[in-house]
């Protein structure tokens, strides 16, 4: 069965600093990959996602991930974080299923940017 | 993009009562998707409602519980019975804007609280 697990509940950076937050899957076969925010009272919305090929993708708001099938990861980083990026990242997973398209979302990492 | 409405955007209501609740999207649209976020916790999927067909309900989920309406397009209704504390959430609808992308975009949420 397909599964997300994102080991950090919550992390806190520094405005200007780096960001990484991690998420790894399992999934028997290549993953759809995605990564939503959800600030606070608002619905998600989706950063990036990676279906195939190049596996460094390039998202919104400065975000990229990186693919990782050795380790079945798909981490999210930013290079500077800004305060605006306070807010829940969930990581999901996805699969073609009869019927549609079912993802799995992981439980998700608070971010949280001290001045 | 999409824009999503949903109504109400939260409701305080009694144990023993219904709530629906109302999505819509700005534009025609072949998969609507209902989740529940249950609080500090993330999204679970209640069911997908595809336009002309009967909704298809994740493990856990029945219809006699959430029944869901699809009249057409661009709307969705979900309705919550005989509601008890445990059913206080976020519920979030979601679509595919178009098909077999594989990207989702929400709305912003119906917060419930059941008293």
């Known amino acids: 069965a397909q599964s997300v697990t994102q080991p950090d509940i919550h992390i806190t950076v520094s405005e200007g600093a780096s960001l990484e937050l991690r998420c790894n899957y399992s999934?028997?076969?290549?993953?759809?990959l995605f990564w939503y925010v959800q600030s606070p009272g608002q619905g998600l919305q989706l950063l990036l996602k990676y279906f195939s090929g190049d596996t460094l993708v390039q998202g919104i708001k400065g975000f990229e991930a990186e693919f990782k099938r050795s380790q079945s990861s798909f981490n999210l980083r930013k290079p500077s974080v800004h305060w605006s990026d306070a807010a829940e990242y969930f990581c999901?997973?996805?699969?073609?299923?009869?019927?549609?398209?079912?993802?799995?979302f992981g439980a998700g990492t608070r971010l949280f940017v001290k001045a | 993009s999409a824009v999503i409405s949903q109504k109400p955007s939260r409701d305080i209501c009694q144990r023993g009562t219904s709530l629906t609740i109302q999505c819509q999207v700005d534009?025609?649209?072949?998969?609507m998707f209902w989740y529940r976020q249950q609080p500090g916790q993330s999204l679970t999927l209640i069911a997908t409602a595809n336009q002309g067909s009967e909704a298809t309900y994740e493990s856990g989920f029945v219809i006699d519980k959430f029944p869901i309406s699809r009249p057409n397009l661009t709307f969705s209704t979900l309705t919550v019975s005989n509601m008890s504390p445990e059913d206080s959430s976020i519920y979030l609808c979601?679509?595919?804007?178009?098909?077999?992308?594989?990207?989702?975009?929400f709305g912003p949420g119906t917060r419930l609280t059941v008293t």
């Open positions: 534009s025609q649209v072949t998969m």
């Open positions: 979601s679509v595919e804007l178009a098909e077999s992308s594989y990207e989702q975009y």
């Open positions: 999934y028997g076969a290549t993953p759809y």
């Open positions: 999901a997973v996805g699969s073609p299923n009869t019927g549609g398209f079912k993802t799995i």
